[in-house]
Structures are given as C-alpha cells and as structure tokens.
C-alpha cells in the first residue's frame, strides 16, 4: 500500500507563487511510479494539472496551467512538486497528488492511490 500526503496549500494573492509537495511511503519502489497533481473546484469535475514520468524525464501540463507550473520529483526523497507562478483566482482548488503503479500515457487519468487534499485559493 502507498500513502500520499500533500503540503503546502494555503491563501495567495492573485499573481503570487506556491509550492506543493507530495510525500509518499509504504513501498520503497515507489521512485519506479508515473505520478500526478489533480485539482477539482467546488461544482466541478476533478482534472489533470500536470503529470510525471518516474524518472522525471517526462512530464504533461493541462494547457490552463502551461508556462506556469512546474511538476518535479526527487525520487531519493519519495517527494513530487508542483511549483505554481503567477497563480490566478481560477487556479482555485482543491489539489490532489496520485501514483500508479503502471505506466501509461501521461495524460491518463487513472490513478491507483491518492492523496488527502490541500487547498490552494487565490484572491483577486
């Protein structure tokens, strides 16, 4: 089993900047895991931000997020990253981090284990 915990949601000012992290545990291969951030706004739909191949080598961003946020890992840390610049009140959100254990396209949304949430809001 795999455990996943966000950090570092909280309250920014239009055009601000946050980092998130992922702490992940329960299985020591978990660095061998594609990974990703999802959001879901109250009222819709949860959706791909960005996503990560298990070496880092590859990534994906959702076309409202390019330019802006930067996914990372650093598997000897069991951590992902998602740095978020220039934030905007649509970028408000609850986020979620995810890994699965087999490797699809990295715009698959199918995930095995989740994460509990943090929460991103951005004022204007």
Do not use: H
């Not at 978020?84 to 698959?108: F, G, H, Q």
């Amino acid at each position: 089993q795999v455990q996943l915990v966000e950090s570092g949601g909280g309250l920014v000012q239009a055009g601000g900047s946050l980092r998130l992290s992922c702490a992940a545990s329960g299985r020591t291969f978990i660095k061998n895991y594609p990974m990703g951030w999802f959001r879901q706004a109250p009222g819709k739909e949860r959706d791909l931000v960005a996503a990560i191949s298990w070496s880092g080598g590859s990534t994906y961003y959702a076309d409202s997020v390019k330019g802006r946020f930067t996914i990372s890992r650093d598997n000897a840390k069991n951590t992902m990253y998602l740095e978020m610049n220039s934030l905007k009140p649509e970028d408000t959100a609850v986020y979620y981090c995810a890994a699965r254990e087999t490797i699809m396209r990295l715009t698959n949304t199918k995930y095995d284990y989740w994460g509990q949430g943090t929460q991103v809001t951005v004022s204007s």
